[in-house]
């Protein structure tokens, strides 16, 4: 039997649309605040009780609503915004329909307090199923539209239990007021429980768009965002907004889209963002984005959601991949570099104006002898002048053989280094040492060189104890006193202008608080090649092995300038046929245009050739008559570059170095000297894999390395190393963590 179709009740049919419109109290608080921006408010107050249900009332200083209006004001379909459907396509309020003050009535009870500017006083109306009860009653009254909402669903009893959670309400409410008041930059916006005195969310009328960000989403945010805008005449499209770069990630995107300054929602356009932001962030993670579209109204159809938070618009994909690709130049300019926030870097150490985080208080140990109590949080677990057992152990294969070309060396490698002695003692009498340059044949001296390099009282090089017959600018300068590497018996006095004031630069530059944490740190081990772990105090830092070797070589060379041991290649190195290698490789930047390798490469040659004398007296870099190389400068004990790296040291050698001005000379070739020596990720990964594949049993090329940069380069920047200044800021000493603030996690855990 067919049922009978039977026409709904007026008070169902209210229900049932109230419903669709107000699902829940933050969709109310939504319609209402529109109507607020409608009337040209610049002030809006939203104060809610038990998330909603219980209260809301919001209030603005807009235009008010004139007294003969209270009648139908509650009414549906009563709106002062539209008058023909033809309006519709031109439409620039957030309200048109006239169905939000009739829906709320219908499923609440509501008060409607209100003043014009021209009225004496404000009239107060009460509704209930979109009807006035009462006449308009006069009252006293700000300008502008107060609403109460009160029971909220007080009939509709399966909506009421289905919102349960007063708290998940309240802070969808505060996301809709946080959202409208970043949009509306030029009004205050304030939101909060009755009876509390502190607002949730408060912003002020003067606020920029990034202020109101930043109050309501927090500083991680702010600083990281950068600004959007373009434009299209032919889509008839406008977008601004701000999207967060690289260095911001979370586990949920934010999206804040207004389109003809609408809240709505694009699914479409969420995730043609997210594809660009894919390959610059972490898996799973995602970016802020707040975007404001404004489309010629013709083009935009606003009427195709009961709660308005969907709309239609004209050549929908075309938009899209516009936004997509302003959006992705945007964040390809902002990512060439990343901003890690850390913390720089000791103890009372100067801090630029330009540092993100302030350091610490100093949280360093109590001096020994002192009564005051050590918590556990301050106790530093280890001491950086005891030894540990690898340091005895120094790997089967010889250190010095670290590239496929053997190396003898004119100095004795001596004991492993601190196998008898504590770490910086100095060995016996050498006396009997030969002078390094006479020393033409393979002869190693009897003495044998101390680990750090220094010599016996009687011997010491003028920088560690002067002799009375020394020149007396060597005498009063105290840096240069302290500094020695690999140990030459006899010392060149050296007063060239250009490299005192190299060794003068070196000195103001250097940051006293870096030194002592290098001089006191405890190794830790290797992260890679590049980067290593060493703790100083309570503190743990990430150190930039290729970074700090490059700087020591560099200061190595200056202040033991025409000082230098000799390294002595087993086999001479054809330097035609290095150079042929180096323009081989494509680091070397060759091309077509610069002329055959050939050539290039014989200029090389015959360009080093007349450079030859000046070389080996300053620098230790022996060149042979036939154009080999057969010697390179011995800077540290038990350590030989990595002469992988050789054929392009040898290219800059020739084309990267001033060679015009004696002091850009000197400065030059001593970094491009430095460069060669320092440790480097990728010879030395190459050199371990080579090793490896020779003899697949062994890891001594990994060990190798390992035990070079402990016990050999970290050892030498616990004396010699002058850390320059900018180490602290460009992030090449890192602080990771320290012990007091690990403390403070697990006490919350």
Same mark, same amino acid.
Request: charge should be negative; glycine fraction near 4%; hydrophobic fraction near 35%.
């Given at each position: 039997?067919?049922?009978?179709?039977?026409?709904?009740?007026?008070?169902?049919?209210?229900?049932?649309?109230?419903?669709?419109?107000?699902?829940?109290?933050?969709?109310?608080?939504?319609?209402?605040?529109?109507?607020?921006?409608?009337?040209?408010?610049?002030?809006?107050?939203?104060?809610?009780?038990?998330?909603?249900?219980?209260?809301?009332?919001?209030?603005?200083?807009?235009?008010?609503?004139?007294?003969?209006?209270?009648?139908?004001?509650?009414?549906? +379909?009563?709106?002062?915004?539209?008058?023909?459907?033809?309006?519709?396509?031109?439409?620039?309020?957030?309200?048109?329909?006239?169905?939000?003050?009739?829906?709320?009535?219908?499923?609440?009870?509501?008060?409607?307090?209100?003043?014009?500017?021209?009225?004496?006083?404000?009239?107060?109306?009460?509704?209930?199923?979109?009807?006035?009860?009462?006449?308009?009653?006069?009252?006293?009254?700000?300008?502008?539209?107060?609403?109460?909402?009160?029971?909220?669903?007080?009939?509709?009893?399966?909506?009421?239990?289905?919102?349960?959670?007063?708290?998940?309400?309240?802070?969808?409410?505060?996301?809709?007021?946080?959202?409208?008041?970043?949009?509306?930059?030029?009004?205050?916006?304030?939101?909060?429980?009755?009876?509390?005195?502190?607002?949730?969310?408060?912003?002020?009328?003067?606020?920029?768009?990034?202020?109101?960000?930043?109050?309501?989403?927090?500083?991680?945010?702010?600083?990281?965002?950068?600004?959007?805008?373009?434009?299209?005449?032919?889509?008839?499209?406008?977008?601004?907004?701000?999207?967060?770069?690289?260095?911001?990630?979370?586990?949920?995107?934010?999206?804040?889209?207004?389109?003809?300054?609408?809240?709505?929602?694009?699914?479409?356009?969420?995730?043609?963002?997210?594809?660009?932001?894919?390959?610059?962030?972490?898996?799973?993670?995602?970016?802020?984005?707040?975007?404001?579209?404004?489309?010629?109204?013709?083009?935009?159809?606003?009427?195709?959601?009961?709660?308005?938070?969907?709309?239609?618009?004209?050549?929908?994909?075309?938009?899209?991949?516009?936004? #997509?690709?302003?959006?992705?130049?945007?964040?390809?300019?902002?990512?060439?570099?990343?901003?890690? +926030?850390?913390?720089?870097?000791?103890?009372?150490?100067?801090?630029?104006?330009? %540092?993100?985080?302030?350091?610490?208080?100093?949280?360093?140990?109590?001096?020994?002898?002192?009564?005051?109590?050590?918590?556990?949080?301050?106790?530093?677990?280890?001491?950086?002048? %005891?030894?540990?057992?690898?340091?005895?152990?120094?790997?089967?294969?010889?250190?010095?053989?670290?590239?496929?070309?053997?190396?003898?060396?004119?100095?004795?490698?001596?004991?492993?280094?601190?196998?008898?002695?504590?770490?910086?003692?100095?060995?016996?009498?050498?006396?009997?040492?030969?002078?390094?340059?006479?020393?033409?044949?393979?002869?190693?001296?009897?003495?044998?060189?101390?680990?750090?390099?220094?010599?016996?009282?009687?011997?010491?090089?003028?920088?560690?104890?002067?002799?009375?017959?020394?020149?007396?600018?060597?005498?009063?300068?105290?840096?240069?006193?302290?500094?020695?590497?690999?140990?030459?018996?006899?010392?060149?006095?050296?007063?060239?202008?250009?490299?005192?004031?190299?060794?003068?630069?070196?000195?103001?530059?250097?940051?006293?608080?870096?030194?002592?944490?290098?001089?006191?740190?405890?190794?830790?081990?290797?992260?890679?090649?590049?980067?290593?772990?060493?703790?100083?105090?309570?503190?743990?830092?990430?150190?930039?092995?290729?970074?700090?070797?490059?700087?020591?070589?560099?200061?190595?060379?200056?202040?033991?300038?025409?000082?230098?041991?000799?390294?002595?290649?087993?086999?001479?190195?054809?330097?035609?046929?290095?150079?042929?290698?180096?323009?081989?490789?494509?680091?070397?930047?060759?091309?077509?245009?610069?002329?055959?390798?050939?050539?290039?490469?014989?200029?090389?040659?015959?360009?080093? #050739?007349?450079?030859?004398?000046?070389?080996?007296?300053?620098?230790?870099? %022996?060149?042979?008559?036939?154009?080999?190389?057969?010697?390179?400068?011995?800077?540290?004990?038990?350590?030989?570059?990595?002469?992988?790296?050789?054929?392009?040291?040898?290219?800059?050698?020739?084309?990267?170095?001033?060679?015009?001005?004696?002091?850009?000379?000197?400065?030059?070739?001593?970094?491009?000297?430095?460069?060669?020596?320092?440790?480097?990720?990728?010879?030395?990964?190459? %050199?371990?894999?080579?090793?490896?594949?020779?003899?697949?049993?062994?890891?001594?090329?990994?060990?190798?390395?390992?035990?070079?940069?402990?016990?050999?380069?970290?050892?030498?920047?616990?004396?010699?190393?002058?850390?320059?200044?900018?180490?602290?800021?460009?992030?090449?000493?890192?602080?990771?963590?320290?012990?007091?603030?690990?403390?403070?996690?697990?006490?919350?855990?």
């Amino acid at each position: 039997m067919a049922g009978v179709i039977r026409r709904l009740d007026e008070a169902v049919v209210n229900r049932i649309a109230a419903g669709e419109v107000i699902q829940r109290p933050a969709n109310a608080i939504k319609e209402m605040i529109e109507n607020c921006l409608d009337a040209k408010s610049t002030s809006i107050q939203v104060v809610v009780k038990e998330g909603g249900l219980k209260l809301i009332q919001v209030q603005d200083n807009g235009c008010g609503i004139r007294k003969e209006d209270l009648d139908i004001v509650c009414e549906r +379909f009563t709106t002062s915004k539209l008058q023909k459907f033809e309006d519709l396509a031109s439409i620039s309020t957030y309200g048109f329909r006239g169905e939000a003050l009739a829906s709320i009535s219908h499923v609440a009870h509501v008060t409607v307090t209100t003043k014009t500017a021209d009225a004496k006083c404000a009239y107060r109306a009460t509704y209930s199923d979109g009807k006035i009860k009462a006449p308009p009653k006069p009252c006293a009254g700000n300008q502008g539209t107060q609403i109460t909402v009160e029971d909220l669903f007080y009939n509709v009893n399966t909506r009421r239990k289905a919102l349960k959670n007063p708290n998940e309400e309240y802070a969808k409410i505060l996301e809709v007021v946080g959202r409208y008041a970043i949009h509306n930059s030029g009004i205050s916006f304030s939101a909060k429980k009755q009876g509390e005195t502190v607002s949730d969310v408060r912003t002020l009328s003067n606020a920029s768009t990034v202020d109101n960000i930043r109050s309501i989403f927090g500083n991680a945010v702010s600083r990281e965002l950068i600004e959007v805008g373009c434009e299209d005449a032919s889509l008839a499209f406008k977008m601004k907004g701000y999207i967060t770069n690289a260095n911001y990630s979370v586990k949920k995107c934010i999206f804040l889209l207004f389109i003809n300054h609408r809240l709505v929602e694009s699914a479409a356009l969420r995730k043609a963002i997210e594809t660009v932001y894919a390959a610059y962030l972490p898996k799973s993670t995602h970016p802020f984005l707040y975007l404001s579209l404004e489309i010629a109204p013709q083009n935009v159809d606003v009427n195709v959601h009961p709660t308005k938070h969907e709309v239609h618009f004209l050549h929908e994909d075309s938009i899209l991949e516009r936004v #997509q690709q302003h959006v992705e130049s945007k964040l390809l300019g902002s990512n060439s570099s990343r901003m890690y +926030f850390t913390q720089t870097l000791l103890p009372g150490a100067d801090c630029s104006s330009s %540092e993100v985080v302030k350091a610490s208080a100093n949280s360093s140990a109590v001096t020994k002898g002192t009564s005051d109590k050590v918590y556990a949080h301050q106790m530093v677990r280890t001491d950086s002048r %005891e030894q540990k057992l690898d340091a005895f152990l120094q790997p089967v294969n010889n250190p010095l053989s670290t590239g496929p070309t053997e190396v003898t060396t004119e100095v004795n490698a001596g004991p492993p280094e601190g196998a008898v002695r504590p770490q910086d003692a100095e060995m016996k009498d050498v006396s009997d040492l030969v002078e390094m340059a006479d020393a033409q044949e393979d002869t190693v001296m009897p003495g044998g060189a101390s680990e750090s390099g220094h010599l016996s009282p009687e011997t010491v090089p003028p920088r560690k104890r002067p002799r009375e017959d020394t020149d007396i600018e060597m005498e009063k300068d105290d840096t240069r006193r302290d500094m020695t590497a690999a140990c030459t018996p006899r010392r060149r006095i050296i007063n060239l202008t250009s490299v005192l004031t190299l060794q003068e630069e070196i000195s103001n530059q250097a940051h006293a608080n870096l030194q002592e944490m290098l001089h006191d740190h405890s190794f830790v081990g290797c992260v890679s090649p590049q980067w290593a772990l060493a703790q100083y105090q309570t503190k743990l830092y990430l150190l930039n092995t290729t970074k700090l070797s490059q700087e020591l070589f560099y200061q190595i060379l200056i202040y033991d300038f025409a000082n230098f041991g000799v390294l002595r290649l087993s086999e001479p190195a054809p330097l035609y046929e290095l150079s042929m290698l180096a323009l081989e490789d494509p680091e070397s930047g060759w091309t077509e245009d610069d002329g055959p390798k050939e050539g290039l490469a014989e200029y090389i040659v015959e360009f080093l #050739q007349k450079k030859t004398e000046m070389l080996k007296d300053y620098f230790s870099l %022996e060149i042979d008559e036939e154009g080999n190389l057969i010697g390179l400068p011995l800077l540290i004990d038990n350590y030989v570059p990595p002469l992988e790296g050789l054929p392009m040291f040898i290219l800059r050698l020739a084309t990267e170095v001033n060679w015009d001005e004696e002091k850009e000379c000197f400065e030059s070739l001593s970094k491009e000297l430095a460069m060669f020596y320092s440790i480097r990720k990728q010879y030395v990964i190459d %050199e371990a894999n080579a090793t490896n594949s020779q003899n697949e049993d062994s890891d001594s090329g990994s060990t190798t390395w390992k035990w070079t940069v402990e016990h050999v380069l970290y050892k030498a920047f616990r004396t010699h190393l002058l850390p320059p200044k900018h180490f602290a800021e460009d992030g090449n000493i890192l602080q990771l963590a320290n012990l007091p603030d690990l403390y403070k996690v697990f006490e919350r855990c």
